[in-house]
């Protein structure tokens, strides 16, 4: 493979999360709005909402199956139309069983794009041999906020979702196609590294699958949602109901949260290279941990805010660390390893917004802060899982390939 394929390579799957981040935006900031146009009742919404992540989760696990016969960045190409397709259904409908299918569908292509996506990523870091990752997720929070501000143009010039979803899917669909013809499998991947080595040649369980082994990186992802998603469904209701701010304040700390997620994703990769991908997830962990204590004991809104900012910064780097510390853990079966990695994105999902509100109502909701705060504290007892391999990715450290790749 040669420079300039990986670094188009590279350019195209950072087309393909951004694209995905507008995406997904575009699909929960508009929940209200779907909910009115099909008549979703309150208690029914909340069966929608769950079956999206599992649907997901079934999706990334055929993925798994479908990549051991067919390239990931095959999967991909034909998954990311999937999703958008299934977006603009969701806008056209009527009935209800219309956006019934629309969503499944969606759930499903997304299990298989997210996973797909985060394989190519893997294996694009093993062929550059540094770390990139982290900077494949800043591509996909700066589409969640361009998403997230369509849908804001949309909600306030009140157009329907057919009409914002439209011209979104008519520009990025063609966009998505086009920018596939360049997907890479960086060499390496599932045989041999860019030095010419077996992958799997002294990596242990390198080569084969060990859920025993990668259930560490699996707590950490599931803690890394569940903290994520505190942030996305409680972070308004949270400033507004217990720290007495206006409601147009009260959508703030989201704003804030994406932004400072994507600052943190943009610089993620340079502190991985200085410091070592260890160093980087301890540090995030405490700052996050950190964030949902200040949250917790916030006098006001203002103080409030601080926290969701610190939260931001802080779990930004977890979740593209875990995938790529699964890569370097199962070098021979990385495809394998992310597909199930993947999974327990959706678990922390779907547990982490009842856990908050059920606790809230039985206790209170500062209580409530302090249960992610400490099982993003856990991930530092798991965060050797993010070594020592990562000294092949580090600054100053021997890189597989001679040729310096952009």
Known sequence: MTDAGLRHGRASLGLSFGVQGVAFALLVTRIPA???QYG???GLLPVFLAAVPILAGAGSVATEKVVARVRPSVVLRW????????????GAGREMWHVAVALGVFGLAVGALDASMNMLGVSLQRAYGRSIMTGFHAAYSLGGIAGASLAWAGARWELSLLASYLPVVAVLLPVALIGSRWYTEGKGAEGKRPDGTEAGAGAGAGGALSFKLLLPL???????YIGDSTVSNWSAKYLQDVLGSSEQLATVPYNLYMVTTLLGRAVGDLGVRRFGAVAVVRGGSLLAAGGFAVVAVA???WAGMLGFTMLGFGLCVIVPQTFAAAGRM????SDAAVARLNIFNYVGFLVGSPLVGALGDAWSYRGAMLVPMVLVLATLVYARAFGPETARYGGGHERPRTADVG
């Open 330 to 333: 199962f070098p021979g079966n």
């Open 218 to 224: 699996c707590l950490i992802m599931t803690f890394a």
């Open 40 to 42: 979703i009742s309150d």
């Open 299 to 301: 006098p006001g809104a």
């Open 79 to 90: 998954a990311q139309p999937l999703v958008l397709l299934a977006l603009l259904g969701v």
């Open 34 to 36: 779907i909910q009115d």
